[in-house]
């Protein structure tokens, strides 16, 4: 699987983006989708993911009610939408893909990231 995020920008807090990671490579839907996010200094972190087939998500204590993962799959992309950005939202964004029934720590194929940054 080959991954790669856009979307990302300067935008102030409380407002909204949405990232798109675009999917390309066969049996998708033996795979998770997720998004992590690396803030300068800081380790990686877990953000959401979604099943390509079937319909489970998960989204992260820090975003829930404000980030929302879905996916296309005619189009092979899966998004983020992240509304009432925080500063603290401020961060490198990654999506990565992990085979079904594997755990976390099994994410991989690691896209180049997208840069969001919130002002206040």
């Known amino acids: 699987v080959q991954l790669q995020a856009s979307g990302g920008g300067l935008v102030q807090a409380g407002h909204s983006l949405r990232l798109s990671c675009a999917a390309t490579?066969?049996?998708?839907?033996?795979?998770?989708i997720g998004w992590f996010r690396q803030a300068p200094g800081k380790e990686r972190e877990f953000v959401a993911q979604?099943?390509?087939?079937?319909?489970?998500?998960y989204h992260e204590d820090s975003v829930k009610g404000r980030f929302t993962i879905s996916k296309d799959r005619a189009k092979n992309t899966v998004y983020l939408q992240m509304n009432s950005l925080k500063p603290e939202d401020t961060a490198v964004y990654y999506c990565?893909?992990?085979?079904?029934?594997?755990?976390?720590?099994?994410?991989?194929?690691w896209g180049p990231g997208t840069q969001v940054t919130v002002s206040s």
């Open positions: 990565a893909a992990k085979l079904r029934g594997s755990d976390r720590a099994a994410y991989g194929s």
């Open positions: 979604i099943s390509w087939s079937g319909s489970l998500t």
């Open positions: 490579g066969r049996a998708l839907s033996n795979f998770f």
